[in-house]
């Protein structure tokens, strides 16, 4: 090899090493993908929606498009099949996050949990279980992204979904819950009990006996887009029926408890996935500038 090409090797070797140390460094584990920023202000831990995983996080999730170099470690989990968790889940992915941050030398001070539709729920769950437990890790805020927090509110929902028949979709997705939920938890009016203690958050409930009492102390985003146009010609759907309805009863829920950080944040035309297509349940309805502001000022 010459010494002209030698040199020009070695110059983009020198580069992607910069670059790397610039922009931050990818690691990837069991159950985790953690993208480490160099200069790290906050840190942001994202469970996927219920069918999904990391990278579908990845593609859907826009605001995390150089993040790292605005300061944000992130930690992308595929935690995913799950709209409840058991104390010994709880306990797992609390371990494991534990794990995650001493193995990469992340510092624990700024976190931030957050997940999308069913991510949302795991993702209030473990945020109320670390703080009720007094976990050495614990969360200074957390992101809610359209997901249905109240399993009771879920099942009859799906029931309603079946009965109506007005989306395939809805219909299929309705008929899987309710099959799920009578297998794993039972129906609502003989296990109340059961709701109560495997939900986020449930509207019927005194909040001082839900989950969410443990959060009045953290800063809280519930996000949605209604989009009642959109909802009620393709799903025949009223604002009573969607995920945003329970958000903003969580919402006020909490500012009942006497919490001085939640936010109910509706947005408008952001529901776009990353494939064009208009659909308020996305991602994307979280914008990257106001999130920062959020986590960092």
């Keep these: 090899m010459s010494r002209t090409v030698f040199g020009f090797v070695l110059s983009v070797f020198l580069m992607g090493l910069l670059a790397q140390k610039a922009f931050g460094q990818t690691v990837k584990g069991s159950h985790y ?12 831990v994202l469970f996927p929606c219920f069918p999904c995983n990391i990278e579908h996080t990845k ?58 539709s069913g991510g949302g729920n795991v993702a209030l769950l473990m945020s109320s279980f670390l703080i009720k437990n007094q976990y050495p890790l614990q969360p200074k805020g957390l992101l809610v992204v359209d997901s249905p927090i ?5 099942y009859t929902g799906a029931k309603k979904e079946v009965a109506k028949k007005a989306d395939a979709d809805a219909v299929e997705e309705g008929q899987y ?6 297998k794993e938890i039972g129906k609502p009016a003989t296990n109340r009990d059961k709701y109560k203690a495997l939900s986020p958050f449930v509207m019927s409930t005194d909040p001082k006996e839900s989950n969410i009492q443990y959060l009045k102390d953290i800063k ?33 829920a909490l500012l009942k408890l006497g919490s001085r950080h939640t936010e109910f944040i509706e947005t ?16 994307n309805i979280v914008e990257q500038g106001d999130l920062l502001k959020w986590m960092i000022e």
Excluded: M
């Design 33 to 44: 993908e953690a993208r480490i920023a160099p200069e790290q202000k906050a840190v942001l």
């Design 59 to 116: 593609t859907e999730a826009g605001f995390l498009k150089d993040i790292e170099k605005k300061g944000i470690t992130t930690i992308l989990l595929d935690y995913n099949q799950k709209l409840f968790l058991t104390e010994s889940e709880k306990k797992e992915y609390a371990k494991t996050l534990q794990k995650i941050f001493k193995r990469n030398k992340i510092s624990g001070e700024n976190v931030y949990l957050g997940g999308f």
């Design 150 to 154: 109240d399993l009771e509110r879920l």
């Design 177 to 182: 819950l309710i099959a799920l939920f009578e």
């Design 220 to 252: 809280i985003r519930f996000y949605c887009e209604p989009d009642l146009k959109w909802q009620f010609e393709k799903k025949k759907r009223t604002y009573e029926d969607l995920n945003a309805y329970i958000l903003e009863k969580a919402n006020q």
């Design 268 to 283: 408008k035309d952001r529901g776009i996935r990353a494939d064009g297509t208009k659909h308020p349940h996305s991602w």
